[in-house]
């Protein structure tokens, strides 16, 4: 009978210290469980507040007795199944919204680095001259694309043809700029203070060779003038003081002998 008695003692005092070691050890995987959602709230609150929110609900369900006190102050009774499938909910609540916010910061970031870049990047590039129609418009290749140029800032004397009339020094500024490009190729800057395009769809460009500034090269040589369209444009001081060169020196088109006003 004693040992009966014995025998039971010693299965409850086993039993008791394998519950209070079980108890323990779930205690303890809760809290680190807890503060690892308590970290992820804190690092999803500048991506998702949902996603944070989500996260600090799980971090204090998870944490020891929490659960337990607010079904005390509640009155509320849940049971573990149901406790476990809030939690799960809000992981995947959590999971959907971060993984959502962070696409379209992704999104966003991409469609930043495709955008077209800036007047120093865009000179990186080489254009093949083909022709020149006149003292400011030319046509390059590009990828096998043809575009159409109008220099920036100047005014060439027109060829003629359609329904203009040939003027003086035509000849000459295009014959120049033929010779100075002779097929070559160049590198072409855009200018945020004028349009892209012109009215006849030319893209408005400053072509460089090498490093020569063609469009200011046809000024300071008389064979275009400077010319302001609506607003002031990037170089306008430089062309109009290689435009006053050129007059004083009587070149080209500022030539009386030639060119008679």
């Avoid at 893209?203 to 020569?212: D, G, I, P, T, W």
Wanted: charged content about 30%; hydrophobic content about 35%; aromatic content about 12%.
């Amino acid at each position: 009978m004693l040992d009966n008695i014995k025998i039971k003692k010693e299965n409850f005092k086993n039993t008791f210290s394998n519950k209070i070691e079980k108890y323990k050890i779930n205690t303890f995987f809760d809290v680190m469980y807890s503060a690892v959602f308590l970290v992820f709230a804190f690092y999803l609150l500048p991506i998702n507040l949902l996603s944070s929110l989500a996260s600090l609900i799980i971090a204090i369900l998870l944490f020891p007795k929490t659960f337990e006190y607010i079904q005390r102050k509640t009155g509320i009774k849940i049971k573990n199944d149901l406790k476990t499938a809030i939690i799960s909910l809000l992981f995947l609540l959590m999971g959907f919204s971060a993984s959502k916010s962070i696409g379209l910061n992704t999104e966003s970031q991409n469609q930043k680095e495709s955008k077209p870049k800036t007047n120093n990047s865009t000179k990186n590039i080489l254009y093949k001259v083909d022709r020149v129609l006149d003292g400011d418009t030319v046509d390059v290749i590009y990828n096998n694309e043809l575009m159409r140029i109008r220099l920036i800032g100047i005014d060439a004397p027109e060829t003629g043809g359609g329904n203009t009339k040939k003027e003086c020094y035509a000849d000459e500024s295009k014959k120049y700029l033929t010779d100075l490009l002779n097929n070559d190729y160049v590198k072409l800057e855009n200018d945020e203070t004028q349009n892209d395009k012109d009215r006849y769809d030319r893209s408005l460009r400053y072509v460089f060779l090498e490093e020569l500034n063609i469009n200011k090269d046809l000024v300071e040589k008389g064979y275009a003038k400077e010319y302001t369209f609506d607003k002031p444009y990037k170089y306008s001081e430089e062309f109009l003081n290689a435009e006053k060169s050129a007059i004083n020196l009587k070149i080209g088109i500022w030539n009386p002998q030639i060119c008679p006003n």
